[in-house]
């Protein structure tokens, strides 16, 4: 099954790559490798901001990883000229989560990228990862992951 397919299955169309928000490039394509900068949560009402341990349990903060996982796979597809079937696989990600210093979840907060990315790729969707606390993250937002994806 196509990715496309899998991702209509799951009712997740990819949007438009989202713009930079500073003087930064959103991915860079090195031979078959495409690193691609921090995607902030943000869904159909604007940023998802939070304080993990504070504002937002691990459920809604997974939920929030998720759509970084989408802009991620986004970022991919304009890397690849709109076409997202030329990706291989995930190779991997650092998820950043917004936490008070007490917050010991942060793992499960980046399984909602993760478990949608297996999801919508199967195998090719499995990675290696980092999933760390930071004091605060860009306009306030609950989660920002990057990636690192191999196409052809």
Same mark, same amino acid.
Request: hydrophobic share 45%.
């Given at each position: =099954?196509? @990715?496309?397919?899998?991702l209509?299955?799951?009712?997740?169309?990819?949007?438009?790559?989202?713009?930079?928000?500073? /003087?930064?490039?959103?991915?860079?394509?090195?031979?078959n %490798?495409?690193?691609?900068?921090?995607? %902030?949560? /943000?869904?159909?009402?604007?940023? @998802?901001?939070?304080? #993990?341990?504070?504002? =937002?349990?691990?459920?809604?903060?997974?939920?929030?990883?998720?759509?970084?996982?989408?802009?991620?796979?986004?970022?991919?597809?304009?890397?690849?000229?709109?076409? %997202?079937?030329?990706?291989?696989?995930?190779?991997? #990600?650092t998820?950043?989560?917004?936490?008070?210093?007490?917050?010991?979840?942060?793992?499960?907060? @980046?399984?909602?990228?993760?478990?949608?990315?297996?999801?919508? #790729?199967?195998?090719?969707?499995?990675?290696?990862?980092?999933?760390?606390?930071?004091?605060? #993250?860009?306009?306030?937002?609950?989660?920002? %992951?990057?990636? @690192?994806?191999?196409?052809?």
């Amino acid at each position: =099954m196509s @990715i496309t397919d899998r991702l209509k299955d799951l009712g997740v169309t990819l949007p438009d790559a989202p713009a930079p928000a500073a /003087n930064y490039v959103p991915f860079v394509k090195t031979g078959n %490798i495409v690193y691609v900068s921090g995607q %902030i949560s /943000n869904g159909p009402d604007g940023f @998802i901001t939070g304080k #993990l341990g504070d504002t =937002m349990d691990a459920a809604a903060g997974a939920a929030a990883a998720k759509t970084c996982a989408i802009s991620l796979l986004a970022q991919v597809k304009a890397a690849c000229d709109g076409d %997202i079937e030329r990706l291989v696989r995930v190779v991997k #990600l650092t998820g950043f989560v917004n936490s008070t210093a007490d917050f010991p979840d942060q793992p499960k907060v @980046i399984n909602g990228a993760s478990d949608f990315l297996v999801e919508a #790729l199967g195998d090719a969707g499995r990675h290696a990862r980092s999933a760390v606390s930071a004091a605060s #993250l860009p306009f306030g937002v609950a989660v920002e %992951i990057e990636g @690192i994806f191999e196409v052809k």
